[in-house]
């Protein structure tokens, strides 16, 4: 029987091998909580078994960070340390990998009056804007996975005995990004090769529009003419494929700009800067957002969409199946890495250059006519369940049925 330190190691070595697919001579940059020392440490002998010539982490304490959320000068808070955002563009021309740990804690910050949290979101995305360019192009090799924390497994398991939730959570995880299989990174291998076929076809059919229908949801999706799906992985500037996001199951493109109208509802709870917003729905005309309701969250859900004109517009749409194997564990994550693997999503706010053909290579300016969005967040939120039909209108002007009761036709 497999123990849960060779689950652990499994996971790292997923995590550097398929996730950031390190390379002999490559530095990796890992950002993680304090909390995570142990599976760092993991990490960080993975990453030099597979030929690492450094390991940087760029810690971050949660507790700290949230003392000074609610104790520092407000003006304190619209301030990001140049030396960090200066720190990452020179890794990144360097071409070290990116490897982000998520140690989640939902609701964590929703006593941070919502005007700081604000203040401090937008403060980083502007000082991280070169940096971020790296990562939205795959320019460089980047992922993304998540480790538990005793609050977020409060949250995922709330009617589960307390001292059974910890593992209960870790065992949905390695379940969900297929460490428990006999050998994860054949899996992974298979699976990314079943998520391309998909690219493949979506890509090779070039559907014009999509039209969602669901509770709460009549959206019509105009798709720029040179679109490109994506889904599985990455390549970056210097050739080397790479998993963005462990888990993943979905398939994404961008919409046009001011090709989107109707209204889209929620149909899971966001966790957005460790605050909630939940039930909530989006009306838009010509592309542009131009009402939004929230039950839980409203405001949170205004710091998204205020943040600049570019976050009253969507930047990506992603298809996936509502019997995904996150699905199948039949709990919410109350996180975006895990719930948008789970059903189909939409992201407020960035497009990828990579959704469009030769995208990283045009200006901002030739990404706009291509029919890209820009703005400084990118936000998924879940629109996806076992109610959900989406119709795809191709080229000639034919309606072909694309999933049907949340899955493909």
Known sequence: MTTHHERLEAYAELAVRVGVNLQTGQGLHVRASTDDKEFVRLVAEKAYDAGAKTVYVEWNDQYLDRTTLLRSPLDALSEFPQCIADGRVSMAKEDFAFLV?????????????????????????????????????????????????????????????????????????????????????????????????????????????????????????????????????ATSENGVFFVPNIPTEECFTAPLRSGVSGVVSSTKPLVFADKVIDEFSLRLEQGRIVEYRAERGQDVLESIIETDEGAHYFGEIALVPHNSPISHEGVVFYNTLFDENAACH?????????????????????????????????????????????????????????????EWV
Request: glycine share 6%; net charge neutral; aromatic share 8%.
């Open 101 to 233: 740990i998520q140690a989640p804690r939902p609701s964590f910050l929703q006593d941070v009056p919502t005007d700081r949290m604000t203040a401090r979101t937008r403060a980083s995305q502007k000082a991280l804007r070169e940096y971020a360019e790296y990562t939205r192009s795959d320019r460089v090799a980047w992922s993304a996975i998540a480790v538990p924390t005793a609050e977020w497994a409060d949250v995922v398991f709330a009617s589960a005995p307390q001292e059974e939730r910890m593992e209960r959570l870790w065992d949905a995880i390695f379940r969900v990004t297929r460490v428990t299989q006999s050998h994860p990174r054949q899996a992974w291998k298979e699976h990314v090769e079943n998520l391309q076929n998909r690219v493949t076809a979506l890509n090779h059919v070039r559907y014009e529009s999509l039209h969602y229908t669901g509770p709460g949801t009549d959206l019509t999706v105009k798709l720029p003419k040179n679109h490109l799906w994506v889904g599985g992985g």
């Open 346 to 406: 939409i992201a407020i706010g960035n497009a990828y250059s990579i959704n469009v053909e030769n995208g990283p290579s045009l200006s901002p300016d030739e990404q706009m006519a291509a029919g890209l969005n820009r703005s400084q967040v990118h936000v998924d939120f879940m629109i996806g369940s076992d109610r959900l039909d989406i119709d795809a209108k191709t080229a000639t002007g034919e309606t072909v049925p694309l999933f049907r009761s949340g």
